[in-house]
């Protein structure tokens, strides 16, 4: 850490989260605005990798981590990103893709905004409390993906972290979002992981409300009665709900189906693809309040995410897929129903539940909403490619966000990670659909 650079920007002298925000809202207004930060290059020696400035910020051992952890200046005014994997991918020449570089170029091409990159494939989550306070704390962060498999123990292979503690990791991520966290962006493998994380929450929940007596004050036990009911129905449905696909297959009959979260694609997404606005199934035989939920969601959280995603007005988008697994619609649906039915039984008691063994409950979310598809307007190959995980903060009445995507924004159309290819220019990301879908959840994440 000793090589790491002290100050906070890197093309301007002094910058700050400030500055990136003011100057990540100046890309988005005007796609032809010339670059009004200094010219400077990001390569070093004609290179752009991690370890060498301006990516230097590596945390690769508990003495980074220990050093980050005193210097909260750094932290605080950077883009925490977090590597499951060494590369998402490979490319169709061959070579491994490491996308956190293009994440670390754009932020710092385009706002002058640090990045600090924890590869927990080498680091571990040995002190996973440490790293999600740090993460938690910084300006906002970026969870990337990786080439294994959610569904896969035996893929991750890394000695140093298994799949079963990447899904702690993701968990306490997903139950850390609190007022003075950070907005967090799952890529790929990061979102599939989302996925399967908020059903492993829920079997949690079904499976330790039922073994409380009562709670300290619920002196009628009327309180506890209705949340044991509320999730004796989760369980019910959850066990019971089919996974079906829009094509009409199968791919999982409940939720400890190893597929029921996520499943193989018939045939992988690799490269150039459209995404669009969400729109329900038809004639998917889910019952029709779970449908309700999400239409109702839609609905609450419709201005800001169409601000957000900009589908509205940019009706199609132009963004890079590497993936052979998606996250299954179904799931996810039934998941936005549950989370909906868990806050509504939990917030109206929330001082009984808040003094009781069952506080860790409020720190859910309250919905999970389906952003996006991919494919074309005659067939969808991703039915679920970005989400939003949403938190409701009763007493401030403010939402919270984590935002999923399946799809790739960092890369540009020919897949290779920046350092692969040449530098691309601040007018190339201009001109990019998915670059400045990035810079938009980006922009808006560090407001949130």
């Given at each position: 850490?000793?090589?790491?650079?002290?100050?906070?920007?890197?093309?301007?002298?002094?910058?700050?989260?400030?500055?990136?925000?003011?100057?990540?809202?100046?890309?988005?207004?005007?796609?032809?605005?010339?670059?009004?930060?200094?010219?400077?290059?990001?390569?070093?020696?004609?290179?752009?990798?991690?370890?060498?400035?301006?990516?230097?910020?590596?945390?690769?051992?508990?003495?980074?981590?220990?050093?980050?952890?005193?210097?909260?200046?750094?932290?605080?005014?950077?883009?925490?990103?977090?590597?499951?994997?060494?590369?998402?991918?490979?490319?169709?020449?061959?070579?491994?893709?490491?996308?956190?570089?293009?994440?670390?170029?754009?932020?710092?091409?385009?706002?002058?905004?640090?990045?600090?990159?924890?590869?927990?494939?080498?680091?571990?989550?040995?002190?996973?409390?440490?790293?999600?306070?740090?993460?938690?704390?910084?300006?906002?962060?970026?969870?990337?993906?990786?080439?294994?498999?959610?569904?896969?123990?035996?893929?991750?292979?890394?000695?140093?972290?298994?799949?079963?503690?990447?899904?702690?990791?993701?968990?306490?991520?997903?139950?850390?979002?609190?007022?003075?966290?950070?907005?967090?962006?799952?890529?790929?493998?990061?979102?599939?992981?989302?996925?399967?994380?908020?059903?492993?929450?829920?079997?949690?929940?079904?499976?330790?409300?039922?073994?409380?007596?009562?709670?300290?004050?619920?002196?009628?036990?009327?309180?506890?009665?209705?949340?044991?009911?509320?999730?004796?129905?989760?369980?019910?449905?959850?066990?019971?709900?089919?996974?079906?696909?829009?094509?009409?297959?199968?791919?999982?009959?409940?939720?400890?189906?190893?597929?029921?979260?996520?499943?193989?694609?018939?045939?992988?997404?690799?490269?150039?693809?459209?995404?669009?606005?969400?729109?329900?199934?038809?004639?998917?035989?889910?019952?029709?309040?779970?449908?309700?939920?999400?239409?109702?969601?839609?609905?609450?959280?419709?201005?800001?995410?169409?601000?957000?995603?900009?589908?509205?007005?940019?009706?199609?988008?132009?963004?890079?897929?590497?993936?052979?697994?998606?996250?299954?619609?179904?799931?996810?649906?039934?998941?936005?129903?549950?989370?909906?039915?868990?806050?509504?039984?939990?917030?109206?008691?929330?001082?009984?539940?808040?003094?009781?063994?069952?506080?860790?409950?409020?720190?859910?979310?309250?919905?999970?909403?389906?952003?996006?598809?991919?494919?074309?307007?005659?067939?969808?190959?991703?039915?679920?490619?970005?989400?939003?995980?949403?938190?409701?903060?009763?007493?401030?009445?403010?939402?919270?966000?984590?935002?999923?995507?399946?799809?790739?924004?960092?890369?540009?159309?020919?897949?290779?990670?920046?350092?692969?290819?040449?530098?691309?220019?601040?007018?190339?990301?201009?001109?990019?659909?998915?670059?400045?879908?990035?810079?938009?959840?980006?922009?808006?994440?560090?407001?949130n």
């Amino acid at each position: 850490m000793s090589k790491w650079f002290p100050k906070t920007g890197y093309l301007l002298e002094g910058s700050n989260i400030e500055t990136a925000s003011i100057l990540f809202g100046r890309f988005l207004n005007n796609r032809s605005e010339h670059f009004p930060l200094p010219e400077k290059d990001l390569f070093t020696d004609g290179k752009f990798k991690w370890g060498v400035p301006p990516l230097e910020k590596v945390v690769a051992s508990a003495d980074d981590l220990d050093f980050l952890t005193n210097n909260p200046r750094l932290y605080g005014n950077a883009i925490s990103i977090i590597e499951p994997w060494n590369h998402v991918g490979f490319h169709p020449d061959g070579s491994p893709v490491r996308a956190s570089k293009n994440v670390a170029y754009i932020a710092q091409k385009i706002a002058d905004c640090g990045s600090i990159l924890f590869p927990i494939w080498q680091l571990g989550v040995r002190d996973i409390r440490k790293v999600i306070e740090v993460v938690s704390r910084s300006a906002l962060f970026v969870f990337e993906g990786g080439n294994a498999s959610v569904d896969k123990p035996e893929e991750w292979v890394n000695k140093q972290c298994s799949l079963d503690d990447m899904l702690i990791l993701v968990e306490t991520l997903l139950q850390w979002r609190g007022q003075r966290s950070a907005s967090g962006l799952f890529i790929c493998i990061g979102h599939q992981l989302v996925a399967q994380c908020l059903i492993n929450i829920l079997k949690r929940v079904c499976g330790f409300v039922p073994l409380l007596d009562d709670l300290p004050n619920d002196s009628s036990g009327e309180i506890l009665r209705g949340i044991k009911n509320t999730v004796d129905k989760i369980q019910e449905v959850g066990q019971s709900i089919q996974v079906k696909k829009r094509n009409g297959d199968i791919v999982a009959n409940g939720w400890d189906d190893p597929n029921f979260a996520v499943s193989d694609m018939r045939e992988s997404e690799v490269g150039s693809t459209f995404i669009y606005p969400y729109v329900s199934p038809v004639n998917s035989g889910l019952h029709r309040d779970i449908l309700n939920s999400q239409l109702l969601i839609n609905e609450e959280l419709e201005t800001i995410l169409d601000q957000m995603m900009r589908l509205r007005y940019e009706a199609s988008v132009n963004v890079a897929m590497f993936h052979s697994q998606e996250v299954t619609e179904v799931s996810m649906l039934f998941a936005n129903w549950a989370y909906n039915k868990l806050y509504e039984c939990l917030h109206p008691y929330r001082t009984v539940i808040a003094t009781s063994p069952m506080a860790w409950l409020l720190k859910l979310p309250y919905a999970v909403k389906i952003i996006a598809l991919t494919g074309s307007e005659e067939e969808v190959m991703t039915e679920c490619a970005s989400m939003c995980v949403a938190y409701k903060d009763h007493e401030t009445k403010q939402i919270r966000r984590n935002f999923t995507i399946q799809f790739h924004p960092e890369l540009l159309g020919d897949l290779y990670s920046f350092g692969e290819r040449k530098a691309p220019s601040y007018s190339e990301l201009q001109r990019s659909d998915s670059v400045r879908l990035l810079v938009r959840l980006l922009y808006l994440g560090l407001q949130n």
